[in-house]
């Protein structure tokens, strides 16, 4: 999905004309009485987990592998991605100064799945097309047993201003 806009954002000079490239704008992210959407440590940023939200609405629920196919369980990654990326703004300033550390990609899915990686490939993809070598990170996929609201897919990240 992300592959079909490679051409036209690589030839952006700011993460911003980039994701303005590829059709994607960052979300509104509402605030929570529970909860942060990031916290800064020293240099370190960290963002709470963010769900496949899109103008307020959860985008899918269900367990991969049993409820949700492989390909949508990716593209709900990508949205929860772009949660990730507007808490990281709000923390730095402008998407040109995010670099990704680390990004955590939580999977719920069957026993039998084993494609967590392939789902936050999705994810990793859409931050290095926007972000550049500031969007590589270390990266852990794990699948578990279930998420907040029944929801496929939550996704944390710690960054850093570059």
Same mark, same amino acid.
């Given at each position: 999905m992300i592959k079909n806009h490679e051409t036209s954002a690589?030839?952006?000079?700011?993460? @911003? %004309?980039?994701?303005?490239?590829?059709?994607?704008? #960052?979300?509104?992210?509402?605030?929570?009485?529970?909860?942060v959407h990031h916290r800064t440590v020293g240099s370190?940023?960290?963002? @709470? %987990?963010q769900l496949p939200y899109r103008d307020g609405? #959860?985008?899918?629920q269900g367990t991969v592998g049993r409820d949700i196919d492989l390909e949508t369980a990716r593209s709900l990654a990508h949205d929860a991605v772009l949660n990730c990326l507007a808490a990281a703004v709000r923390a730095v300033g402008d998407l040109d100064r995010v670099r990704i550390v680390q990004m955590l990609?939580?999977?719920?899915?069957?026993?039998?799945?084993?494609?967590q990686s392939q789902v936050a490939?999705?994810?990793?993809?859409l931050l290095i097309e926007v972000l550049g070598e500031n969007g590589r990170h270390?990266?852990?996929a794990i699948g578990v047993a279930g998420?907040?609201?029944n929801t496929p897919v939550e996704i944390q990240m710690v960054i850093t201003a570059a």
């Open positions: 690589a030839n952006t000079d700011s993460a @911003s %004309g980039r994701l303005q490239a590829l059709g994607l704008a #960052l979300p509104e992210l509402r605030e929570n009485p529970y909860y370190s940023v960290y963002i @709470s %987990g609405r #959860l985008l899918g990609v939580f999977v719920a899915s069957t026993p039998d799945f084993g494609e490939n999705a994810a990793s993809e270390a990266r852990t998420l907040p609201l």
